[in-house]
C-alpha cells in the first residue's frame, strides 16, 4: 500500500496530457492509506509544525541562496538523507514520460509558504523543502511523492526519509554582551553582515594585547597561542557551536570550523572543551585556519554545545578592514559544503581620548641629567594632587634618561560590549630611552600595549606623539564624530615636500575610522609637532570646550600696549639663559649640552628685533592656515576659540633643500597639562609688571572664567631649552568615552 496524503497535497497542471503530482509530509509511524483521486484538488499545499514543503519561485530561490542544497529523487526510489534546520533543501523529482516545460500552480493554506508558481522541465520538477525544527528521532520524517494521471491512477511514486539537526554558529550578534541562540527566525545577514549604527548587528573583537601571564614574560597576550587564565579568557569574545538532534551526525559527515588563510593571521581562536588542559588556538598564526570538530549529541537532552573563545591579534590597517569571518560548515566527506554558517566580527579599533575626558592618571620621567626635573615633578605632584589623579613616574633606570614621555607613548583603549574598556598604550617609532617603558611597565593585566611600524623605515619627529592629537567631539556641517578627529602634523598642503607621519602611522590611524585624521602644517616647527601650537581644554559654556592656539600678534599687542603704559624697560627671561641657534642639539636628544646665551630681553629691544618681528609674521600664516584648516574640519568659529600670546625664533638657518625652522621663543603656553579643569601651563616668563607675568596675567584672564584653574610650572631649563614643555613631558591616561563606538553612522 502506499502512504496516505496526511497533510497536504499540490496539483500540478500539465498541458495537454494532465499529471498530477502529489506528495505528502507525515510521521512513519501513520498507518498508510491509498489516496482518492477526488481528494486532490481539495487539498491544498500546508505545512506541518517541523517542514514546509513548497513550489519554488523567484523570491525564495534568492533568499536561499546561501544555504540552498539539491537532492534527486528519481520515480519509484527511496533516498535517506540528513537535512539542516534553516536550509532549503530543493528536492529534484525525476519522471521518465514527461518531455516539456509546464507551469505548476500551487494552493496552500498557510501565508508562512510564499510561492506562485514551479516548473516542471525535462522530465522532473523542483519542490524546495524548508525544516524548520530538528528530528525528534532517526529517518522521522518522510515525504511521499505521487504521480496521478489526469483520472487519479497511479503512475508512480518516490520517497524521500530526512533525518534533521539544526547547526548553527552563536556569536553575541545583537551587543549586549551575551551570545544569541540563532533561531530559524532569525534573519541571516544579522550575524553574516556586520552593520554599524544604534539598531546595528554583527559581533566585536578587541586585540587581545594586555599580559594576564603572571610570569616575567612581557609581552602582550597577543603574541602567544595560550589562554593565560580566566582573565585571558574576558579579553575574548565568546561563539558557541550548537547542533540539535535525534542522534550524532553519520559518519561520513564531519563538521569544520573555518575562516580564511589571511584572517587565521589576523585572529585566534581557542576551542574550551577543556579548560583544564591549558587551551591552544585551534585556528590561528601556527594552527592554520581550519579545524575539525570531533564531538557528540548529548543522548539526554537531544542537544551538543561547543564552547569558543575569539582573540583579534592585530587592529585594522591599510591591507585589514577590520572584518573577520568565521564559517561553520558541514561536509560529507571531502565533498564541498552542504551547508554552512558564517558569523562576522570586527576588530574593535585603537581610540584616542580627548583633553575634555576625565584624567586618570598621569606619566612622567625623573631624570637626572643633563638637567634634573625634581623640582618639576614636586611642582607636577601638587598639581595632580590637587586634580584627584595619580602619577606614575618612570625612573631613571626605566627610561634611558629620556625625558619626552609625551613623544614616546599614547595611551588610548578599545571597547568591546559586556566588558570594561581597555586601556592601550600605542608606543611611537622613535628609538628613544623610553622605547621599553610602554611594554616593561605599562603592559600588564587590563593595560594593552602595541606598536607599529615599518621595519626599514626611518622615522622622523613628526613620528613622535606630541604630533598625534585628537579633538572633542563635534559636528561639522551635519556630520557628528562623536569621538572627534585626530590631529597629525604634516608638511604644508602647498606642495612642499617637508616633512610628514610616516605612510605607515597614517594609514593605520586612517584605518581605525571612528576618528578620521585631519592634516595640519606643522612643518615650519623644528620638533614639527601640532602640539606646539594648539590644544584642547574643557570649558562650561559654549561647546564643552575651546581650542587654545598660539599668536604671534597677541602676544605683539600685549607688548606694545605695556610699552606705550612706560614699561618698555621691563625684562622678559631675567636671568634665563638659553642655547644659541649655532649650538642647538637635535630635539630629541638629551646630551650634554651648554646654555652659552642670555634670554633676558626688555620689551623695547624685543619690539625692535625686525628680524623676530618678520618670522614671527611668517609663523603667524602658518598657525592662521592651520586655524583655516581647524575651523573647516571641525565645525569651529571664532567663538570657539581662545588666542594665547607666543613667540617663536627661528633655530635652524635655511638651506637650499629645507626651509628655516622655528621653536617657541618662551616656555609655549599652549603645551599644556590638561587635568580636568585644572591646568598645568609652562611658566613663561615675561615681562612683570606690578609684581606679576603680564603673560600670566592675560592667560588667567581668558581660562578662568571658563571655569579654569592655572597653575603655571617652571619648565625652563627642564624642557624648554631642549625645545620641548611641560605636555610633551607627560602622558595622560583617561576615561573612556561613554559613546560605543559600533553605534557611529559610518
Not at 523542483?126 to 530538528?134: A, D, E, K, M, S
Not at 503512475?155 to 545583537?174: E, K, M, R
Not at 553519520?250 to 593571521?265: F, G, M, R
Not at 620689551?603 to 623676530?612: V, W, Y
Request: one cysteine or more; glycine letters at 8%.
Amino acid at each position: 500500500m502506499r502512504p496516505s496524503l496526511m497533510e497536504s497535497m499540490l496539483m500540478l497542471v500539465l498541458a495537454g496530457n494532465a499529471v498530477l503530482l502529489l506528495f505528502s509530509i507525515f510521521n512513519m509511524a501513520a498507518v498508510p492509506v491509498k489516496p482518492r483521486a477526488g481528494d486532490i484538488v481539495k487539498q491544498s499545499l500546508a505545512s506541518t509544525e517541523r517542514i514546509e514543503t513548497v513550489i519554488p519561485c523567484p523570491v525564495m530561490a534568492e533568499t536561499a541562496s546561501r544555504t540552498a542544497r539539491w537532492v534527486t529523487v528519481n520515480m519509484g526510489e527511496t533516498v535517506y538523507d540528513i537535512a539542516l534546520v534553516g536550509q532549503h533543501l530543493s528536492v529534484d523529482i525525476r519522471a521518465e514520460k514527461v518531455h516539456e516545460v509546464y507551469r505548476v500552480t500551487p494552493y496552500y493554506m498557510t501565508d508562512k509558504v510564499n510561492v506562485t508558481s514551479g516548473v516542471v522541465h525535462d522530465g522532473k520538477t523542483t519542490v524546495i523543502v524548508y525544516c524548520r525544527l530538528p528530528s525528534i528521532k532517526a529517518d522521522n520524517e518522510l515525504i511521499a511523492f505521487e504521480i496521478l494521471d489526469e483520472a487519479g491512477r497511479h503512475v508512480g511514486s518516490a520517497t524521500l526519509v530526512l533525518t534533521v539537526y539544526q547547526l548553527s554558529l552563536d556569536v553575541d550578534v545583537d551587543r549586549d554582551g551575551s551570545i544569541d541562540e540563532e533561531n530559524p527566525s532569525m534573519a541571516v545577514d544579522l550575524k553574516s553582515q556586520w552593520k554599524w549604527g544604534p539598531g546595528g548587528s554583527g559581533a566585536i573583537l578587541l586585540v587581545n594585547n594586555d599580559n594576564d601571564d603572571l610570569t616575567t614574560d612581557k609581552y602582550p597576550d597577543n603574541r602567544n597561542s595560550a589562554v593565560d587564565g580566566d582573565m585571558d579568557l574576558r579579553d575574548m569574545s565568546p561563539m558557541t557551536v550548537r547542533m540539535r538532534g535525534p542522534t550524532s551526525l553519520p559518519k561520513e559527515y564531519v563538521v569544520w570550523l573555518h575562516t580564511s588563510p589571511e584572517n587565521a593571521q589576523r585572529i585566534g581562536i581557542f576551542h574550551l572543551e577543556d579548560r583544564g588542559s591549558n587551551p591552544h588556538h585551534v585556528i590561528g598564526p601556527a594552527a592554520g585556519n581550519m579545524a575539525e570538530l570531533d564531538w557528540q549529541v548529548s543522548p539526554t537532552d537531544d542537544v551538543m554545545t561547543s564552547d569558543f573563545a575569539v582573540e583579534a591579534l592585530q587592529y585594522p590597517d591599510v591591507h585589514f578592514d577590520g572584518e573577520v569571518s568565521v564559517h561553520l560548515s558541514l561536509r560529507k566527506g571531502s565533498g564541498e559544503p552542504i551547508f554552512e554558517d558564517t558569523v562576522v566580527f570586527r576588530v574593535a579599533p585603537w581610540i584616542m581620548t580627548p583633553n575634555t575626558l576625565p584624567p586618570r592618571e598621569v606619566f612622567v620621567s625623573e631624570v637626572l641629567e643633563p638637567e634634573e626635573n625634581i623640582q618639576f615633578i614636586r611642582d607636577l605632584q601638587q598639581l595632580t594632587t590637587r586634580a584627584g589623579v595619580r602619577l606614575t613616574i618612570a625612573a631613571p633606570g626605566q627610561n634611558g634618561g629620556d625625558r619626552w614621555m609625551q613623544n614616546e607613548v599614547e595611551v588610548g583603549y578599545s571597547k568591546a560590549p559586556g566588558r570594561t574598556p581597555l586601556p592601550v598604550a600605542f608606543s611611537s617609532p622613535r628609538y628613544g630611552g623610553l622605547q621599553s617603558f610602554p611594554r616593561t611597565t605599562l603592559l600588564g593585566p587590563d593595560f594593552g600595549y602595541f606598536n607599529h611600524y615599518q621595519l626599514g623605515e626611518e622615522p622622523t619627529s613628526l613620528d613622535s606623539f606630541g604630533n598625534l592629537e585628537v579633538s572633542p567631539p563635534v559636528k561639522v556641517n551635519g556630520v557628528e564624530y562623536p569621538l572627534g578627529r585626530i590631529l597629525v602634523g604634516s608638511s604644508s598642503a602647498r606642495g612642499n615636500p617637508g616633512r610628514r607621519m610616516m605612510d605607515t602611522l597614517l594609514n593605520f590611524l586612517r584605518a581605525q575610522r571612528v576618528q578620521p585624521p585631519v592634516l595640519l602644517h606643522s612643518d615650519w616647527l623644528e620638533v614639527g609637532h601640532v602640539d606646539e601650537f594648539m590644544t584642547f581644554v574643557p570649558a562650561t559654556n559654549g561647546k564643552g570646550f575651546r581650542m587654545l592656539l598660539s599668536s604671534p600678534d597677541v602676544c605683539y599687542r600685549i607688548l606694545e600696549g605695556l610699552r606705550d603704559r612706560g614699561f618698555g624697560e621691563a625684562a622678559l627671561f631675567q636671568g634665563k639663559r638659553r642655547q644659541s641657534k649655532s649650538q642647538l642639539d637635535h630635539w630629541d636628544k638629551s646630551h650634554d649640552f651648554s646654555l652659552e646665551e642670555s634670554a633676558t630681553v626688555t620689551i623695547n629691544s624685543l619690539l625692535e628685533d625686525s628680524s623676530l618681528r618678520q618670522q614671527n609674521a611668517l609663523y603667524q600664516r602658518h598657525i592662521n592656515e592651520n586655524r583655516d584648516i581647524l575651523k573647516r574640519e571641525l565645525g569651529l568659529t571664532e567663538e570657539d576659540i581662545v588666542y594665547l600670546p607666543q613667540l617663536y625664533r627661528e633655530v635652524t638657518e635655511p638651506t637650499a633643500d629645507t626651509p628655516g625652522r622655528a621653536a617657541a621663543a618662551f616656555p609655549n603656553l599652549v603645551n599644556m597639562l590638561v587635568l580636568g579643569k585644572f591646568l598645568g601651563i609652562p611658566k613663561p616668563f615675561g615681562p612683570v609688571i606690578n609684581g606679576t607675568c603680564a603673560f600670566e596675567q592675560h592667560v588667567t584672564s581668558l581660562l578662568e572664567p571658563l571655569g579654569l584653574d592655572c597653575s603655571f610650572l617652571d619648565d625652563w631649563y627642564n624642557y624648554h631649552v631642549m625645545l620641548g614643555e611641560v605636555h610633551c613631558g607627560t602622558q595622560t591616561r583617561r576615561q573612556p568615552f561613554d559613546f560605543k563606538w559600533w553605534e557611529m553612522d559610518l
